[in-house]
T-cell receptor, first 113, second 114 residues
Framework: GENVEQHPSTLSVQEGDSAVIKCTYSDSASNYFPWYKQELGKRPQLIIDIRSNVGEKKDQRIAVTLNKTAKHFSLHITETQPEDSAVYFCAAILPGNNNDMRFGAGTRLTVKP | GAGVSQSPSNKVTEKGKDVELRCDPISGHTALYWYRQSLGQGLEFLIYFQGNSAPDKSGLPSDRFSAERTGGSVSTLTIQRTQQEDSAVYLC????????????FGEGSRLTVL
C-alpha cells in the first residue's frame, strides 16, 4: 500500500483566516487523492478529492492542489468558520490489484471565533 | 440499505474474550475496508476486500485479528483473545469500486476491553 504523511498534526487559526494542510505520498503511481473531514464523534466524510490528471480543484471555500513531481498535495480552506473545526485526513490510492486506501495521520483544525 | 451499517455500535468485553464486529456495506459496493481508530488518533488500515480477489490483510496487527466477507457483501471482523490495547473504534467503509474512490463510512463499533 501507499505511505502517506500529513502535517501539521494540529492547526489553530482565527475565524476568517486561511488554513493549509499538506500531505506527501511515496508512490508516484498513486492517482487519486481525497480529503475527509471528521467532526467530533462522527464518521469521516469526503469533502473534496482530486485525480492525478489535474493540478487543482476548488469547491467554494475549499481547494486542493496536487504536485505530482514533488508527490505532495494540499488542502486549502479560506475564510475559515468555527464549523470548519474538525480532524481532516488526506489519503492516497494506488491503482492495481490492491487498491487499498491509506490515510494520513490527520490534522486537528481549530477555528477560534 | 441507505448507508453502511455496523453492529454492535458499542461492545464492552473482558480481556481474553473473542468479539465479532459486523459490517453491512452499501448494496452494490464491491470494495470494503476496515480501519481502526484509537481515541484521538488516525485511521489505521486493517484489511481491504475487493470483489472476489484475495483480501489485502497487510494491516492486521496480529494473528488474533481476522476478517471475512461472505458472498461479496457482509463482512465480519473477529478479534480473538482480546487485549486492552484492542480498545478502539472499528470503522468499516465501502465504495462502489476502487476506481470510483469515495469511501462511505459506517458509524463504527466502539470496542472497550476491560
Amino acid at each position: 500500500g501507499e505511505n502517506v504523511e500529513q502535517h501539521p498534526s494540529t492547526l489553530s487559526v482565527q475565524e476568517g483566516d486561511s488554513a493549509v494542510i499538506k500531505c506527501t505520498y511515496s508512490d508516484s503511481a498513486s492517482n487519486y487523492f481525497p480529503w475527509y473531514k471528521q467532526e467530533l464523534g462522527k464518521r469521516p466524510q469526503l469533502i473534496i478529492d482530486i485525480r492525478s490528471n489535474v493540478g487543482e480543484k476548488k469547491d467554494q471555500r475549499i481547494a486542493v492542489t496536487l504536485n505530482k513531481t514533488a508527490k505532495h498535495f494540499s488542502l486549502h480552506i479560506t475564510e475559515t468558520q468555527p464549523e470548519d473545526s474538525a480532524v481532516y485526513f488526506c489519503a492516497a490510492i494506488l491503482p492495481g490489484n490492491n487498491n487499498d486506501m491509506r490515510f494520513g495521520a490527520g490534522t486537528r483544525l481549530t477555528v477560534k471565533p | 440499505g441507505a448507508g453502511v451499517s455496523q453492529s454492535p455500535s458499542n461492545k464492552v468485553t473482558e480481556k481474553g474474550k473473542d468479539v465479532e464486529l459486523r459490517c453491512d456495506p452499501i448494496s452494490g459496493h464491491t470494495a470494503l475496508y476496515w480501519y481502526r481508530q484509537s481515541l484521538g488518533q488516525g485511521l489505521e488500515f486493517l484489511i481491504y476486500f475487493q470483489g472476489n480477489s484475495a483480501p489485502d490483510k497487510s494491516g492486521l496487527p496480529s494473528d488474533r485479528f481476522s476478517a471475512e466477507r461472505t458472498g461479496g457483501s457482509v463482512s465480519t471482523l473477529t478479534i480473538q483473545r482480546t487485549q486492552q490495547e484492542d480498545s478502539a473504534v472499528y470503522l468499516c467503509a465501502s465504495s462502489l469500486s476502487p476506481a470510483s474512490g469515495e469511501l462511505f463510512f459506517g458509524e463504527g463499533s466502539r470496542l472497550t476491553v476491560l
